[in-house]
Nanobody, 127 residues
Framework: QVRIVESGGGSVEAGGSLRLSCVVS????????MGWWRKAPGKEREMVAT???????SYSDAVRGRFTISQDSAKTTLYLQGNSLKTEDTAEYYC?????????????????????WGRGTQVTVSS
């Protein structure tokens, strides 16, 4: 069973930076992709950044150029570095593992309801 634990959230002023971490344990194969999603109050969950099973990285338009997703060589820890944070980045941030059969590789993460999720870490950006 996959276990995912996020950390690193907190409160920061606009323009500041935060680094989120996500430790993954359990049966996560090389065929899995990983990523960060976020959910703000009153809004739908949205993808922030993903790393496909072959290492291809994707970002949402909202964070491209400001956020960086990375993974350690053992693929047990996922990071999200957020710079130039904006108040609209305020949300609960979740890490997820997308594995077969609900993920078939590439940059298409279309079945989040079937992924393994952490409990989230809150990021609050104040003006």
């Amino acid at each position: 069973q996959v276990r995912i634990v996020e950390s690193g959230g907190g409160s920061v002023e606009a323009g500041g930076s935060l680094r989120l971490s996500c430790v993954v344990s359990g049966l996560v194969s090389e065929r899995c992709g990983m990523g960060w999603w976020r959910k703000a109050p009153g809004k739908e969950r949205e993808m922030v950044a993903t790393i496909s099973s072959d290492g291809t990285i994707s970002y949402s338009d909202a964070v491209r150029g400001r956020f960086t997703i990375s993974q350690d060589s053992a693929k047990t820890t996922l990071y999200l570095q957020g710079n130039s944070l904006k108040t609209e980045d305020t949300a609960e941030y979740y890490c997820a593992a997308a594995c077969p059969p609900y993920y078939r590789g590439g940059v298409s993460f279309n079945n989040p309801q079937f992924y393994d999720w952490g409990r989230g870490t809150q990021v609050t950006v104040s003006s």
